[in-house]
Nanobody, 118 residues
Framework: QVQLVESGGGLVQAGGSLRLSCAAS????????MGWYRQAPGKQRDLVAL???????NYADSVKGRFTISRDNALDTVYLQMNSLKPEDTAVYYC????????????WGQGTQVTVSS
């Protein structure tokens, strides 16, 4: 069973930066697609960024050029570096993992709150 534990959320002023981390356990990390999603109050959960096992990435248009997803296969950890934060980035951020050698998210973390004040 894959378990995901996010950390690094918090309160930051607009224009600031935060780095989220997600530590995975359960094996097979390097063979999984890892992702970050977010959910604002009253809204659906939306994709923020994905990083595939080969290292390629996808980003939501709203975060391109500001956010960077990366992974450390030696530490079984995925990161989300968030720069130039905006109030509309305020949400609960969730880490996701696919089954091994798959591309769709199957496992989820508990979420970490990111609040950007104006």
């Amino acid at each position: 069973q894959v378990q995901l534990v996010e950390s690094g959320g918090g309160l930051v002023q607009a224009g600031g930066s935060l780095r989220l981390s997600c530590a995975a356990s359960g094996g097979g990390f390097s063979r999984r697609t890892m992702g970050w999603y977010r959910q604002a109050p009253g809204k659906q959960r939306d994709l923020v960024a994905l990083i595939f096992s080969g290292g390629s990435t996808n980003y939501a248009d709203s975060v391109k050029g500001r956010f960077t997803i990366s992974r450390d296969n030696a530490l079984d950890t995925v990161y989300l570096q968030m720069n130039s934060l905006k109030p509309e980035d305020t949400a609960v951020y969730y880490c996701s993992a696919s089954r091994m050698d798959a591309r769709t998210s199957h496992y989820w973390g508990q979420g970490t709150q990111v609040t950007v004040s104006s």
